[in-house]
Nanobody, 124 residues
């Protein structure tokens, strides 16, 4: 059984930073692609950033490119999302996700395990 536990969310002012963490168990993240997705109230879940198993390939949504950085520490079995220059429109529940192969994909349907999510609120 794969378990993903997110942490690091909170309330921050616009322009501030947060770092989200996703602790994974039950699946070796050095062998699988991981992703961060987000869902704002009244909106569908959308991709934010994904990383391949090797860590060499990353993709970012246009809305977060240049501000967010996805990374991982295989030894700690943890994936991170560093979020800088936060905007009110970044307010959402952020979910960590894992897929069973090495290739990073941006569609949510490619991921089979999800965490419970962590709330990020950016005030103006």
């Amino acid at each position: 059984q794969v378990h993903l536990v997110e942490s690091g969310g909170g309330v921050v002012q616009a322009g501030g930073s947060l770092r989200l963490s996703c602790a994974a168990s039950g699946r070796t993240i050095s062998s699988t692609a991981m992703g961060w997705f987000r869902q704002a109230p009244g909106k569908e879940r959308e991709f934010a950033a994904v990383i391949s198993a090797s860590g060499n390939t990353t993709y970012y949504a246009d809305s977060v490119k240049g501000r967010f950085t996805i990374s991982k520490d295989d030894a700690k079995s943890t994936v991170y999302l560093q979020m800088n220059s936060l905007k009110p429109e970044d307010t959402a529940v952020y979910y960590c996700a894992s897929r069973p192969t090495r290739t990073a994909l941006t569609r949510a349907s490619a991921y089979d395990y999800w965490g419970q999510g962590t709330q990020v609120t950016v005030s103006s």
